[in-house]
């Protein structure tokens, strides 16, 4: 009998044993699973906080570009990140608080640096029972907005002479500027047609800033006449970026505007007038192949370099149908003289065959001449650009791009492709090598607007 009391005694000590390791099981898994719980919303707060943070950086370097003066441009990147992380994060999301401080900006010689810090506490629910009411978790995000050159060119040839394009090119054009900053960025504004005009160069002695409200002014003076002298924009685009600037920013661009291919090309070219040796100016031809006979008018004649006018200058080596230009230089050599370590060849088998002689009874041969090597200057030019480490945007305007013109029947798209050096391009152009821009199609006068900012953002985007 006492050796049955002694078991049942010990069976119900180890019931009762086993019924206090089972609690305390019990109490530690719901305690384990309670911190997963409350680790996991924790983990979601910190994950949107990360990306309401990231977004507000983003946002603040977008906007610090707008003002005319570093307060007025930090305010505008503070309210921006404010804005967005409020937008990002909303009010109580999975019952936390989230504070944003004060975002810091801070300008050092062309570089903005924007600084984002966020904190957010999160209720517990399991946790409290070991004491912890709340988790706070907190993240940080920076934006650098590199300094920034960019030589801004506007195409204003004869084919954009309607009111509502002209309209819509000078407010496009203007609005475009609006998206820079004009005490960091560095800007050159320049039209083109027959010539090439430098509105507005860079600032002397390495300045940083632009003068926004000059180049405007410029904008809506523009008049809209003359061919399509591509070539000698971009030249001076170049010239601008690589000598105009001697401490040249991290991100350089030249922006493209044009409605269509180059149908012009600048040079000193002999003469077989016995009153001229050479004349310096513009020949040009037309976008079409002539047509029936009598064409003395294609190629056309030649104009005095930098005058925007499709007059022909007066004087006796001034000649209106280029009959007296006896043959084509070698090579380019408007600006030979600025830059001597740099060739363009004019007479050349690659990518278009261009002949040196003029004079012939054919002026198809004539106008193939100067149409090809039109466009092999500005396709060579870009690219010697892009070797520096030059972005070259392109925005093209207007239906006659997407039409074959020219000596070959090429459409101009295709050239403006080539220039930004984009992958759908001419794959005789594309090279990955080099810096990959953006080109941007306006088939209306309602899309240029569009695709300028399209072109601002990208650009925007890469300066970070």
Known sequence: MRG?????????????AVSIVVVLSLTTMLMCLGLALDAGLGYMVKAKLDAAADGAAIAAGQSVTRGNT??????????????????????????????????SVVFNNGTVTIDIAAQARVPTTFMQLIGYKSLSVATSSESIRRDLDMAFVVDTTTSMNNSTVQKAV??????????????????????????????????????????????TTKINGYSFNGNTNSEEAMWNARWQLNHVITQPSSLRVIVFFSDGAPNSFSSTFPMTKSSCTTNTGTVVSSDDPPTGSGQTDNPGGLYQLGVQTSQAMSGTCYDKTAATVDHLPANYNAHAASEPSVTFPIVTNSPRVVTQAMNG?????????????????LEAMA???????????????????????????EKGEDILKCIANVADGPSRCYNPKQPVGVYCYAATANDIKP??????????????
């Open 4 to 16: 049955d009391a002694v078991r049942t005694t010990s069976k119900k000590r180890q019931q009762g």
């Open 451 to 464: 695709c300028y900012s399209q072109l601002a953002s990208q650009i925007l985007r890469i300066s970070k």
């Open 383 to 409: 690219a010697q650009a892009r070797s520096e480490g030059i972005y070259v945007f392109a925005l093209g305007y207007g239906s006659l791009l997407t039409v074959g013109k020219g000596a070959d029947g």
């Open 170 to 215: 000078r407010a496009s054009s203007i609005d475009f500027l609006n998206s820079f900053d004009i005490t960091n960025d560095r800007v050159a504004l320049m039209h083109f047609a027959t010539g090439t005009v430098v509105d507005v160069p860079f600032k002397n002695a390495n300045a940083r800033g632009f003068d926004r409200a000059t180049m």
């Open 361 to 377: 009874a054919s002026y198809k041969v004539r106008y193939q001449n100067i149409n090809r090597a039109s466009r092999n200057l």
């Open 70 to 103: 570093p307060d007025q441009q930090k305010a505008n990147a503070q309210q921006a990140a404010t804005a967005f992380f409020a937008a990002n994060y909303p009010s109580g999301f999975l019952n936390s608080t989230a504070t944003l401080q004060t975002p």
